[in-house]
């Protein structure tokens, strides 16, 4: 049985007594309690003390009469579902009730048995769903601002990010230039220091002395080595390494590592041999550059890190989806890794233990590189390795290499014809300026251009080369690139404004992705990096004046020389 509390204010005795009356025998399961009040004031007194569930409010009351009566009555409690009570032909004002603030009216009379009780739990339930819509739109809104906030959130976090990413990129520019500069801070002296070895050890020397500039030529490779590890591996980093698809012969570079690895492995008492398996072809399509240090990398570590027995590099055909693809697998019988290494060896700057760096040196950077270059060369690697017994390194890479990632380069007829030692070079008359500011990088170029019979000017910054170059006819012109003044970009792109067709072959200290696309944009023929290699100089310098050789310096047919070097500009 439902219990309804009733508060009915109304100052008419008989009036209260039909209410009374019309509520007692509601029927169903409902039952009414009915309070009374005769004014608003003692009402405001009741519903201070007890709960009703709904008023029934005559509207002429003692201390208030009409609509009036609503308004005052919502001041007190404005939740409390109200019923007006109206006199009979009044539906006017129970209009006017309901606007200022009633639920619902009944008229006092004959019908009102039949309504009162519909009307109050109408008017109950209607309240209740008013207070339930009210409720849910309050949680609407309270939801609608908290969704607001997030967003506000998330877009502040969104504008953190994109403000970190800049950050990132900035820092990560900042990290490039920084690089840059410690290659061309570190390159010049070791441009001198190994450019000054090679040539002491041409010259007559007693024993003592050969075996302390051999000494210091080993300790110069390896830190250029270093060098050029840290900076590979900046530019994995920054994914700016590419690989070419030059076709090579298989069998000149394993004639290659041979010739490399043999001796270390002498050295120390170890077997060394390049084990050939079947169907291996002739030649491969890939980056021989990069295949080569990636298993000079591996042949080093093994050999490093084993004391007895062997060192070997198995050759085997593969096949997978249809391509065809070479295992060059480095074996070996040293140390061994213990398998929760496995994986921690191939990151940056990781090594099995502290203690490897003291025993055998290293910086933890080989074989992430390796890892990225097979990577590169559109292969993988794999390792399996037992502590004690040894390892072996698996370099699996395509025969072809197609990836989108690379660069074809026709190796060039010229690249091969210098590739000699300098007394096997036949000396010729050209005449060379070389405009560097360095001194030590100026006699060591000029030594190495003298030896070839050349005739060599040397300038010390830009605007003089410019100078000398115009006035004087040159065959080639060695320009750095990074002299005080007037540099070297400065200096060429004038000298190709005002029409000098001279080969210009830039030298600079910076070993970076892109240096070599910055000379060619400025006007030279071609690039070499500091410390120059003296092969390489021969190499490229042979590129430029080998065609002056061979056109015999006539004046007609050397115009025809500049005409092809000029058309390489464009
Ligand atoms: P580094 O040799 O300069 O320390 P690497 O990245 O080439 O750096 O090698 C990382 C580590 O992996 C080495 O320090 C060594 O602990 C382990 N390692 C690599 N190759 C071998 C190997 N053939 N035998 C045993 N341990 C090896």
Redesign the pocket.
């Known amino acids: 049985m439902t219990v309804i509390s009733v508060l009915l204010i109304d100052d008419d005795v008989l009036d209260r007594r039909l209410v009374k009356h019309a509520l007692a025998d509601a029927g169903g399961q409902v039952k009414f309690r009915i309070e009374s009040a005769e004014q608003l004031a003692q009402a405001e007194q009741k519903m201070a003390k007890e709960t009703f569930d709904v008023v029934l409010l005559d509207l002429g009351l003692p201390d208030s009469r009409g609509i009036e009566t609503v308004k005052k009555f919502r001041a007190i409690n404005a939740q409390m579902p109200v019923v007006v009570l109206t006199g009979m032909e009044d539906e006017e004002s129970a209009i006017e009730a309901i606007k200022a603030g009633a639920d619902d009216y009944v008229a006092k009379g004959k019908l009102l048995k039949d309504l009162i009780v519909r009307s109050i739990r109408y008017t109950i339930e209607r309240k209740k769903t008013e207070l339930k819509l009210r409720l849910a739109k309050k949680q609407a809104e309270e939801l609608q601002a908290e969704t607001e906030l997030v967003n506000k959130q998330l877009q502040m976090s969104i504008e953190r990010a994109n403000l970190m990413t800049r950050e990132a990129m900035l820092s990560n520019q900042a990290k490039s230039d920084f690089l840059a500069n410690m290659s061309h801070e570190i390159r010049t002296p070791m441009n001198g220091i190994i450019g000054f070895t090679e040539i002491l050890l041409d010259e007559e020397l007693a024993e003592q002395q050969r075996e302390y500039v051999e000494i210091i030529k080993s300790a110069s490779d390896n830190l250029l080595a270093l060098i050029n590890d840290i900076l590979d591996f900046s530019k994995i980093e920054a994914g700016k390494l590419e690989a070419e698809a030059i076709e090579f012969s298989l069998e000149s570079l394993l004639r290659d590592i041979t010739c490399l690895m043999k001796p270390q492995a002498d050295k120390k008492g170890l077997k060394f041999d390049v084990v050939r398996g079947d169907d291996l072809p002739e030649t491969m399509h890939s980056d021989p550059v990069r295949l080569r240090q990636c298993l000079f990398?591996l042949l080093s570590?093994?050999m490093?890190?084993t004391s007895q027995g062997h060192v070997l590099l198995r050759l085997s055909s593969r096949q997978r989806d249809g391509r065809s693809f070479i295992c060059f697998a480095v074996e070996?019988t040293?140390?061994?890794?213990p398998k929760d290494k496995h994986e921690s060896?191939f990151d940056a700057f990781?090594?099995?233990d502290g203690s490897?760096?003291r025993e055998?040196g290293?910086?933890?950077?080989?074989?992430?590189i390796t890892k990225e270059l097979t990577r590169l060369l559109g292969g993988y690697l794999l390792l399996d390795?037992e502590i004690d017994k040894g390892?072996v390194?698996n370099v699996i890479i395509p025969v072809i290499l197609t990836s989108a990632n690379t660069q074809t380069t026709p190796e060039t007829e010229h690249g091969k014809a210098w590739s000699q030692k300098p007394t096997d070079v036949r000396p010729t008359c050209g005449k060379v300026l070389i405009a560097d500011d360095n001194k030590t990088s100026v006699v060591l170029t000029t030594l190495l251009l003298e030896k070839l019979g050349f005739e060599v000017t040397c300038v010390a910054d830009g605007r003089e080369a410019v100078d000398k170059a115009l006035a004087q006819t040159f065959d080639l012109i060695i320009m750095d690139m990074q002299m005080p003044g007037i540099d070297g970009y400065q200096a060429t792109r004038t000298l190709r404004e005002k029409g000098c067709e001279c080969p210009i072959i830039a030298v600079t200290a910076h070993a970076l992705e892109g240096d070599r696309e910055k000379c060619i944009e400025a006007g030279c023929d071609d690039y070499i990096a500091k410390p120059i290699n003296r092969d390489q100089l021969y190499e490229i310098v042979g590129k430029y004046v080998q065609k002056i050789n061979i056109a015999e310096n006539t004046d007609m047919q050397l115009a025809g020389v500049y005409a092809a070097a000029e058309n390489k500009h464009d």
Not at 334 to 337: A, C, K, N, V, W
Not at 362 to 368: F, K, Y
């Open positions: 990398n570590n093994a490093k890190f070996d040293g140390i061994g890794i060896i990781s090594q099995v490897t760096t055998y290293g910086t933890g950077l080989g074989l992430a390795s390892s390194f």
